[in-house]
T-cell receptor, first 112, second 111 residues
Framework: KAGVTQTPRYLIKTRGQQVTLSCSPI?????VSWYQQTPGQGLQFLFE???????NKGNFPGRFSGRQFSNSRSEMNVSTLELGDSALYLC???????????FGQGTRLTVV | AQSVTQLDSQVPVFEEAPVELRCNYS??????LFWYVQYPNQGLQLLLK??????LVKGINGFEAEFNKSQTSFHLRKPSVHISDTAEYFC?????????FGTGTRLKVLA
């Protein structure tokens, strides 16, 4: 069974640009969540989707948005990038049966 | 509100020595607790989880943790560490449609 797949693995963007990150969950998993990991703030929850509906959202500005498609794949978008958005963005999927989240390898975003 | 505190940011230990990584949680409801490990430039991998039942939980790679409700702790232990255990370890509690993570403990195993 394939794990959680995140693309791309690495990204370099310029301040002011926007970026879209993609996450394909484990087959059969309908819940997808996103986390931002930085050395200063640690792992911070961004949002969670289940069956195309956002069920929970973390304390991030509106520049951070996401969506989930009918096949459970998810994307997150960050507009008007700032230097502070440089981070490892992790996606996780889970099913109602599983009680744990399965994480992808992350997308390393660098804003210059 | 739920929260997790990892008391040590870094723990150096010699190879084949025992190690304990400390985690305390705060929750007003029943808790599901987890330990994850992260190797450099990788995602998080589940080591073990506590949902209910026996308070001693065994995980992968020889790790175990003990749930202590009275002390609100969930410390991770390994009787003999290897160089390959060098990584960052995160304690987490499951909240509503999200996980709340501690700040992580960097375990450095020395030869």
């Amino acid at each position: 069974k394939a794990g959680v797949t995140q693309t791309p693995r690495y990204l370099i963007k310029t301040r002011g640009q926007q970026v879209t990150l993609s996450c394909s969950p484990i087959s059969g998993h309908r819940s997808v969540s996103w986390y931002q990991q930085t050395p200063g703030q640690g792992l911070q929850f961004l949002f969670e989707y289940f069956s195309e509906t956002q069920r929970n959202k973390g304390n991030f500005p509106g520049r951070f948005s996401g969506r989930q498609f009918s096949n459970s794949r998810s994307e997150m978008n960050v507009s008007t990038l700032e230097l502070g958005d440089s981070a490892l963005y992790l996606c996780a999927s889970s099913s109602p049966v599983n009680t744990e989240a399965f994480f992808g390898q992350g997308t390393r975003l660098t804003v210059v | 509100a739920q929260s997790v505190t990892q008391l040590d940011s870094q723990v150096p230990v010699f190879e084949e020595a025992p190690v304990e990584l400390r985690c305390n949680y705060s929750s007003s409801v029943s808790v599901y607790l987890f330990w994850y490990v992260q190797y450099p430039n990788q995602g998080l991998q589940l080591l073990l989880k506590y949902l209910s039942g026996s308070t001693l939980v065994k995980g992968i790679n020889g790790f175990e943790a003990e749930f202590n409700k009275s002390q609100t702790s969930f410390h991770l232990r390994k009787p003999s560490v290897h160089i390959s255990d060098t990584a960052e370890y995160f304690c987490a509690v499951r909240g509503t449609y999200k996980y709340i993570f501690g700040t992580g403990t960097r375990l450095k195993v020395l030869a």
